[in-house]
């Protein structure tokens, strides 16, 4: 199994500023992936991070925004730019192991 | 469009009981299905899954069916346990598991002593 961490835990962050999310996962994994879950929805595949290559956007998403980094094989980071209130969500790191995909614990952003 | 959905927000069971979740799915191209449950502030939590191939996987209390034709899949929870109390989530996968999930919308299971 693998054991995923995130920081920070929660924010609490202005309008118009940006916000870096750090995921640290206990194994060396090929596929992270960010999610967002917006309050009373489910959870929405943002970005696939693979190490040594660029991020794959899904629908609706787009680098200028959520710019992701994926520096090593334990590592990555998602940016939440200029934010709005409607990018309050809580934001989790997944990663693929062994065949199974395993998440972070969230990091609940509130955008004011 | 909702691709994954469970139309049940809510369940509530006595302990002891069995209990049974739903999710329907519309895109035929889903071929590995898994179930999560999520506590709280924690992030969600692999339960079991089950491949297109087969129409049965069976962990211990859990165990999810698969029909094609529906397009529907279930878990049922027996015995259900205080401790099942949680949401859980239906999320279908296509391309034989690639990690890009497609989730339903929860369901809130809670059981009661």
């Known amino acids: 199994s693998a054991v995923i961490s995130q920081k920070p835990s929660r924010d609490i962050c202005q309008r118009g500023t940006s916000l870096t999310i750090q995921c640290q996962v206990d194994s060396q994994v090929t596929m992270m992936f960010w999610y967002r879950q917006q309050p009373g929805q489910s959870l929405t595949l943002i970005a696939t991070a693979n190490q040594g290559s660029e991020a794959t956007y899904e629908s609706g998403f787009v680098i200028d925004k959520f710019p992701i980094s994926r520096p090593n094989l334990t590592f990555s980071t998602l940016t939440v730019s200029n934010m709005s209130p409607e990018d309050s969500s809580i934001y989790l790191c997944?990663?693929?192991?062994?065949?199974?995909?395993?998440f972070g614990p969230g990091t609940r952003l509130t955008v004011t | 469009d909702q691709q994954v959905k469970q139309n049940s927000p809510s369940l509530s069971v006595q302990e002891g009981r069995i209990s049974i979740l739903n999710c329907d799915y519309t895109?035929?191209?889903?071929?590995?299905f898994l179930w999560y449950k999520k506590y709280p502030a924690e992030g969600p939590t692999f339960l079991i899954s089950?491949?297109?191939?087969?129409d049965k996987n069976e962990d211990g209390r859990f165990t999810v069916f698969l029909n094609k034709s529906a397009k529907h899949l279930s878990l049922h929870i027996v015995p259900s346990q205080p401790g099942d109390s949680a949401v859980y989530f239906c999320a279908a996968s296509g391309a034989s598991n690639t990690g890009k999930l497609i989730f339903g919308q929860g369901t809130t299971l809670q059981v009661k002593p």
């Open positions: 895109n035929s191209m889903f071929d590995y």
């Open positions: 997944s990663a693929r192991l062994g065949g199974e995909q395993y």
């Open positions: 089950i491949s297109s191939i087969k």
